[in-house]
């Protein structure tokens, strides 16, 4: 099973729902935003290693970390010098080895953000309530139909007791999942944990759980 | 497989797997397994499958999958530009399968779907091989993600910051091919003592500015503006910079209101002054 995460804007916290999705799903995250990777890193071989050649995709996964993560290299020289095509055979080894993989999509319309949702056979949009976000995000499910990858949650961060949820179900057609904002969130995203290890009984780590009952 | 039941946020759903569809010919065989689900909610009902092709050793490159949808009401297929799917006809579907991939389908009804709610009728190979994009269909389609090279920094030489192949295992080769060697990452680790980063020769305003062009570069992209990955002490620099930049835009907003003020102050008096010397020529005149 591969979920691609994405959105279309930057920002609106598609790294942190996929690295907590995958701590749910106890899937591997895959950091696939080659120019501008928000995930740890560490040492080792990483994303833009395999697209280079210059790695196999399983050997660049790290079991170590706290959520299993392949990460993506920091580097412009990097992402210039692999094949971004190759994501998809890369995306589909992982998942056949561990079954789970969770795709932390590039914002844009690129094909950097088209590829893993063409690989991916669902996705999340991830959004947050605002006149930028939402419109983004419709076009980013524009391009999941075309490239079938079918739409199976909105997640909507930053979420407000007045956001109108509704609504933005009605325009991105999908079921939405409102995390609401949570300091404890963004600090368990900057020391690269998920919130479950953090605040296990806090709302986004319920929202969390429900969201990895509803796409596993 | 006997359907699941199980909650979710919708009425009930189920799901299953028919596998082992096997098309046989003399000499190759296709298997395409249908993974479906169904879900309702009041009186419509949903399905989303997907046909599974990985297991298919037939020598071409993709199937042509027609498949039935067995609803006892009315069955909506999904729209493009208000109008049904191109793969849609009634409540068949005919979609083609690259051998070695899947493909997800789906649709909506008012009634009950059958179990199976979607039954494959029939698999052939796809006439003219594969007719579903593949990743390099996407990528010209979409647009090379790549950077360009001007956006490479250029090399610095063996004394420039700690080399980004430093994360990598083995023998500290550049294996990022181009022997650049430039790392954001490396920066923030190196960034407490500058002095060591420079070549010699090289001021810390070169380095500054590209590591600015570098940024701005990065936060530009797709409107993206994301410095959390900057060196602490190239983020104070860049923040002290907009800080500048905005005091500067005000101060020029402030000292243009200010020039206009005096430019309308100037020009109301230059048209009294000319009022006044008019005035006292009209009698005249009319005399």
Known sequence: MIVAVAGGKGGVGKSAVSLNLAAALDAVVVDADLGMADLPAGRGPDLHDVLAGRADPIEAVREDEPVKILPCGRTLAGARAGDPTRIVETLRAVADAYDRVVVDCPAGMAADAGLPLFAAGRCLLVTTPDRIAVPDAVRTRALARVLDAGVERVVLNRAEDTTPIDAVRRTLGAPVVPIPEDDRLRRAQNAGEPIETVAPRSVPAKRFRTLAEAIG | ?287
């Open chain 2, 1 to 287: 497989m006997p359907p699941l039941l199980r909650s979710t946020g919708l009425s009930y759903s189920c799901e299953g797997i028919v596998r082992g569809f096997k098309y046989h010919t003399a000499a190759s065989r296709t298997m395409v397994e249908l993974e479906w689900r169904t879900a309702s909610r009041g009186t419509v009902s949903f399905v989303a499958a997907t046909l599974d092709n990985r297991r298919s050793q037939t020598g071409v490159d993709a199937h042509e999958v027609h498949a039935d949808v067995r609803i006892d009401g009315e069955l909506w297929p999904p729209c493009v530009d208000g109008h049904p799917a191109p793969e849609w006809d009634d409540d068949a579907l005919q979609v083609t399968v690259p051998v070695g991939s899947t493909r997800g389908i789906g649709a909506a009804g008012r009634g009950t779907f059958g179990s199976p709610p979607i039954e494959i009728v029939h698999v052939e190979p796809a006439e003219g091989g594969r007719s579903t994009p593949d990743s390099v269909d996407v990528l010209r389609a979409l647009g090379d993600p790549t950077p360009p090279r001007e956006a490479i920094p250029i090399p610095r030489g063996e004394s420039t910051t700690v080399p980004a192949t430093e994360d990598r295992p083995g023998n500290g080769e550049d294996t990022h091919g181009d022997g650049s060697g430039w790392d954001v990452h490396s920066q923030e680790r190196s960034a407490g003592d500058p002095s060591k980063q420079l070549t010699p020769g090289e001021s810390e305003n070169t380095d500054r500015e590209r590591s600015t062009g570098e940024l701005s570069r990065i936060a530009a992209r797709d409107g993206k503006r994301n410095r959390s990955r900057a060196p602490a002490p190239v983020e104070r620099w860049l923040g002290a910079v907009e800080q500048r930049l905005d005091r500067a835009t005000r101060a020029e907003r402030a000292a243009d209101r200010e020039h206009l003020a005096r430019v309308r102050k100037r020009s109301e008096e230059l048209l009294d002054s000319l009022n006044s010397s008019i005035e006292p020529t009209e009698p005249a005149m009319q005399r």
